[in-house]
């Protein structure tokens, strides 16, 4: 398990009173929080909670309706496309191009994201090796394990070397086995680059063994943040973090918004085919 006194004191992510609405829905309502230098920081909350569209515009990918943040110094509204550079997003969707090689891909993210030329090639090689996949470089990728296309996908995130990784559900649809490899892909590039991690997931053994610290969300708002450690000990001896979740958050009916059977159908049909 990660500790806390692990951390820098330096802010590399700043939210103040963010909010978004669509029409009547508040799906973000006044979320404030910081992020530390090297931290993973984890999301977790029911389904419509809010947590991939306070991700969504904190990535650029969906303007606030009122409040501010910054990334690495950034403001996500005044300066977007500085904010861009400082970060890496890994979203929950399938984002690999499964016609193309694992080297093709990383080429393609390579010249996205404006990688000179003559780094391209070693930038790539390093990349591949580090996620371990070197050997599969020149296989479609259609042909790649769930994990496999986690690991690349991550890999495609960190060519332009962000100093924020977002990750939304890295681990949804694979096995334990991949999901640590894929943790401990993760936990590697924390150490070598002092990397910050905002995480969502449904996990709670992995937000307990791998975040530093965790906000739960619900509707919108932020109802509670600490370490794993602290949110357990709030409830009681011997206290999980499913505890910690039934007790502050419950079972609401309108939290089936982002689980719509079409995106259950999809999300299953995709675990089944990469898995």
């Excluded at 010249?111 to 296989?139: F, Q, S, T, V």
Aim: net charge neutral.
């Amino acid at each position: 398990m990660l500790m806390p006194d692990a951390l820098s004191s330096e802010t590399v992510v700043e939210v103040r009173d963010l909010t978004r609405r669509f029409g009547d829905l508040v799906a973000v309502d006044q979320v404030s929080l910081t992020v530390g230098r090297s931290e993973i920081f984890g999301l977790m909350g029911p389904n419509g909670a809010g947590k991939s569209t306070l991700i969504r515009m904190l990535t650029t990918l969906l303007p606030p309706t009122s409040g501010a943040a910054t990334v690495a110094g950034y403001d996500v509204v005044r300066q977007p496309a500085e904010v861009r550079r400082q970060l890496g997003y890994v979203p929950q969707l399938l984002s690999a191009d499964g016609s193309l090689t694992g080297y093709e891909n990383l080429l393609l993210s390579a010249r996205l994201y404006g990688i000179p030329r003559k780094e391209r090639a070693e930038r790539i090689a390093r990349a591949l090796a580090r996620m371990d996949l070197a050997g599969a470089a020149n296989h479609l990728v259609a042909h790649y394990s769930g994990g496999m296309i986690r690991r690349l996908e991550i890999a495609q995130s960190l060519l332009h070397r962000p100093k924020v990784l977002f990750l939304d559900e890295p681990t949804v649809g694979l096995d334990p086995a991949a999901r640590e490899i894929v943790w401990h892909r993760l936990l590697d590039l924390r150490e070598s680059f002092q990397t910050t991690m905002i995480v969502t997931t449904h996990r709670m053994d992995e937000i307990d063994e791998y975040c530093h610290r965790v906000a739960l969300i619900d509707r919108g708002r932020i109802v509670a943040t600490g370490t794993p450690a602290e949110l357990k000990a709030g409830i009681g001896p011997g206290a999980t973090l499913d505890d910690v979740f039934i007790r502050l958050v419950g079972a609401h009916d309108d939290h089936e918004t982002e689980g719509e059977y079409g995106a259950v159908r999809r999300e299953r049909r995709a675990a089944q085919k990469h898995g």
